[in-house]
């Protein structure tokens, strides 16, 4: 079977020609914390790093 129609592209490279990852880490500065009760039960101690997942693809 020909791989290039299987995925629906028009041009097949092997996934070892890709790079492994690119990551954008924006600037993070150091306003505030939780308190430790609140920390533990969000699993981090900063408020702008608590991003929890609710299920859905970027819905509440």
Not at 22 to 33: C, I
């Amino acid at each position: 079977m020909d791989k290039r129609k299987s995925c629906g592209c028009n041009s097949y490279q092997e996934p070892d020609t890709f790079p492994v990852a690119m990551a954008y880490v924006p600037w993070q500065y150091f306003h505030m914390t939780y308190d430790l009760h609140k920390a533990l039960m969000a699993g981090t101690i900063f408020p702008e790093l608590n991003k929890p997942f609710c299920g859905k693809r970027g819905c509440r």
